[in-house]
């Protein structure tokens, strides 16, 4: 079997035109420019890679981009009074909070100080309770970027077999609540998992979210399955440094019916629906209609 491959960028850019279309709409017909405020504590070379990207792409859309670079030594006061700072600015629709913090600094602290309501990247507590109960949530951007893949792919989740192997509160977690959420049967796997193939073979849909670099392999694809690699891993190979996923794509594409390759699947989803929750969350507070096919 010949995978269809799900192409990420080319779904991210789409999603960036559509939101760029309802952005220049709000500001000809209301006068609201979204606004995204990223804060990034320190020099974490990843992280700044990141921040770096996320400003370009907001600034392309249209949208105001505030970033805030505070230096690694930066107190858990300091950051605390910052985010109150934006949690009452107007012109921030959006906060954005760069992990990892330093090891100094109380992350769950940080993130449940921001206004639910402003938390893009749908971390807070009160979001994780909303999207558990099926309520209006900020919903995390990976997975919600998982969840359009999927449902541009099939249409209705609905009864589908989901295996998530993960359990991060980043990703894991709410990917698997977002599929229960479209009524698919839901499996979580982990590190404890006894006989992962097995469980993974039941799969219409697996993602794979666990950070070990090209884990999954054919043996635990169903034929037919569509597999999602949200991994990204740095690893040397040939003399080369590479990106590659937690999927052994060749391997797994020769029996899945679709898969997202790394890089160019999940990855560019991720920043789109940074930008898509920024714009739900403007529309929010200003009470405007929500823009259709860009939240869960
Ligand atoms: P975490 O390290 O927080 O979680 C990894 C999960 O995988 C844990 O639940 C762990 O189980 C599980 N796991 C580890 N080893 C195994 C194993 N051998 N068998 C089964 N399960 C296992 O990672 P994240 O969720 O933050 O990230 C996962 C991947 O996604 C990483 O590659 C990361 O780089 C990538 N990522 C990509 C993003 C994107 O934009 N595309 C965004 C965020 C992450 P346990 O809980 O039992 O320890």
């Known amino acids: 079997m010949t995978a269809k491959v799900i192409d990420g960028k080319a779904f991210a850019a789409r999603v960036r035109g559509e939101v760029a279309t309802h952005v220049a709409a709000m500001k000809a017909g209301h006068g609201i420019t979204p606004g995204?405020?990223?804060?990034?504590?320190?020099?974490?070379?990843?992280s700044r890679v990141y921040?770096?990207?996320?400003?370009?792409?907001?600034?392309?859309?249209?949208?105001?981009?505030?970033?805030?670079?505070?230096?690694?030594e930066t107190s858990e006061a300091d950051l605390l009074a910052l985010v109150q700072r934006l949690n009452n600015d107007p012109a921030v629709h959006g906060i954005l909070v760069q992990l990892p913090l330093p090891a100094h600094v109380n992350s769950d602290l940080i993130i449940n100080a921001i206004n639910p309501a402003k938390d893009v990247d749908g971390?807070?507590?009160?979001?994780?309770?909303?999207?558990?109960?099926?309520q209006k949530a900020m919903?995390?951007?990976?997975?919600?970027?998982?969840?359009?893949m999927l449902r541009d792919h099939y249409g209705s989740l609905a009864g589908l077999n989901a295996v998530v192997v993960g359990r991060s509160n980043i990703v894991g977690k709410p990917m698997a609540q977002l599929l229960l959420n479209e009524s698919c049967t839901v499996t979580i796997a982990h590190s404890r998992t006894?006989?992962?193939?097995?469980?993974?073979?039941?799969?219409?849909?697996?993602?794979?979210?666990?950070?070990?670099?090209?884990?999954?392999t054919a043996a635990h694809v169903r034929a037919g399955a569509t597999v999602i690699d949200v991994g990204i891993n740095r690893i040397e190979r040939g003399g080369k440094n590479i990106l590659v996923g937690d999927v052994d794509y060749a391997s797994a594409a020769s029996v899945a019916g679709a898969i997202?390759?790394?890089?160019?699947?999940?990855?560019?989803?991720?920043?789109?629906?940074?930008l898509a929750n920024t714009?739900?969350?403007?529309?929010?507070?200003?009470?405007?209609?929500?823009?259709?096919?860009?939240?869960?």
Do not use: W, Y
């Open 36 to 46: 995204l405020a990223v804060v990034l504590v320190g020099e974490d070379p990843a």
């Open 260 to 274: 997202t390759p790394v890089p160019g699947g999940v990855g560019p989803m991720t920043i789109a629906c940074l």
């Open 139 to 148: 919903v995390p951007c990976t997975p919600l970027g998982c969840l359009m």
């Open 194 to 216: 006894k006989d992962l193939e097995a469980v993974c073979q039941r799969a219409d849909i697996l993602v794979a979210a666990v950070g070990r670099p090209e884990m999954i």
């Open 51 to 72: 921040v770096k990207n996320k400003h370009a792409s907001t600034i392309e859309v249209g949208m105001n981009s505030f970033e805030h670079r505070l230096p690694a």
């Open 279 to 296: 714009l739900t969350a403007t529309a929010r507070a200003h009470g405007l209609a929500e823009p259709k096919g860009l939240t869960a």
């Open 123 to 134: 971390f807070h507590i009160s979001n994780v309770g909303l999207l558990g109960t099926g």
